[in-house]
T-cell receptor, first 105, second 113 residues
Framework: KNEVEQSPQNLTAQEGEFITINCSYSVGISALHWLQQHPGGGIVSLFM???GKKKHGRLIATINIQEKHSSLHITASHPRDSAVYIC???????FGQGTRLTINP | DAGVTQSPTHLIKTRGQQVTLRCSPKSGHDTVSWYQQALGQGPQFIFQYYEEEERQRGNFPDRFSGHQFPNYSSELNVNALLLGDSALYLCASSFLSARDTQYFGPGTRLTVL
């Protein structure tokens, strides 16, 4: 079992839909990262959070430390949001397998 | 302020050859970490350098080695390349005191034929 598990692995939705990607981890952490990777490879850090909730534009990340669970939400999704979204636990990062999101116009 | 840069962008090698990948950290960062991302998988931690020393290492063979220079830039060397070494190699930089905040470079895509 991976230390960091994401679900779903693949997600296809229509433009405008509300998107949720989940991440569960098995050991206590100091921080959890949400990353975005577009085709071509470059990784962009979206959020680093250790408690509560963070919001940036249409992206919202939440974390429940007691339940060892985090979610990434995208409101009013757009085709340009299509990418692989990866959660990783902090320190020497341990990554989930990623969620491939496709938003169709 | 330049972010993390990596070179080259793409590289093709044959089995048995050796390769060197380079990374320049974000200005002011003193710690560099390297990751390997095979196709369709999440990145895997290779090792981390601070003060020109390898501080931590993931589950990678000794064929993978690195170096950090006094200006904090870093190299990843892979000897005796195998087909399975084909991957995207990512570099990330941070402050040692804030390792949870890592900035990623665009990656180097290595293809081994």
């Amino acid at each position: 079992k991976n230390e960091v598990e994401q679900s779903p692995q693949n997600l296809t939705a229509q433009e405008g839909e509300f998107i949720t990607i989940n991440c569960s981890y098995s050991v206590g952490i100091s921080a959890l990262h949400w990353l975005q990777q577009h085709p071509g490879g470059g990784i962009v850090s979206l959020f680093m959070l250790s408690s509560g909730k963070k919001k940036h534009g249409r992206l919202i990340a939440t974390i429940n430390i007691q339940e060892k669970h985090s979610s990434l939400h995208i409101t009013a999704s757009h085709p340009r949001d299509s990418a692989v979204y990866i959660c990783a636990r902090g320190g020497e990062l341990v990554f989930g397998q990623g969620t491939r999101l496709t938003i169709n116009p | 302020d330049a972010g993390v840069t990596q070179s080259p962008t793409h590289l093709i090698k044959t089995r048995g050859q050796q390769v060197t990948l380079r990374c320049s950290p974000k200005s002011g960062h003193d710690t560099v970490s390297w990751y390997q991302q095979a196709l369709g998988q999440g990145p895997q931690f290779i090792f981390q350098y601070y003060e020109e020393e390898e501080r931590q290492r993931g589950n990678f063979p000794d064929r993978f080695s690195g170096h950090q220079f006094p200006n904090y830039s870093s190299e990843l060397n892979v000897n005796a390349l195998l087909l399975g070494d084909s991957a995207l190699y990512l570099c990330a930089s941070s402050f040692l005191s804030a390792r949870d905040t890592q900035y990623f470079g665009p990656g180097t895509r290595l293809t081994v034929l």
